[in-house]
């Protein structure tokens, strides 16, 4: 059974960065899109990033400038990097892969942004 699998969460001082990858478990043909959702404690989930296999990217209005995605179409793997954290980004992340048949879901990564 294909699983996502996460990396990079941790905890983080406003102001660092920290770089979330994420890549399935087994090789998956025809992804369409990848990208990073998140949930912050009381809010419902919602998009952070997307990219698409031909690079076009969509970010939330919260970390434009801030985060990048970017993806390795030969390893299935997408990356998130977030810079100029602050406590608003405090959240978990999840992992989201697309195909022309599925989509699935990571188990969520914590990060946490605090003094």
């Known amino acids: 059974q294909v699983q996502l699998v996460e990396s990079g969460g941790g905890l983080v001082q406003p102001g660092e960065s920290l770089r979330l990858s994420c890549a399935p478990s087994?090789?998956?043909?025809?992804?369409?899109?990848m990208g990073w959702y998140r949930q912050a404690p009381g809010k419902e989930r919602e998009l952070v990033a997307t990219i698409t296999r031909d690079g076009d990217t969509n970010y939330a209005d919260s970390v434009k400038g801030r985060f990048t995605i970017s993806r390795d179409n030969a390893k299935n793997t997408v990356y998130l990097q977030m810079n100029s954290l602050k406590s608003a980004d405090t959240a978990i992340y999840y992992c989201?892969?697309?195909?022309?048949?599925?989509?699935?879901w990571g188990q969520g990564t914590h990060v946490t942004v605090s003094s």
């Open positions: 087994r090789s998956l043909f025809n992804i369409r899109a």
């Open positions: 989201n892969v697309q195909t022309w048949y599925t989509v699935y």
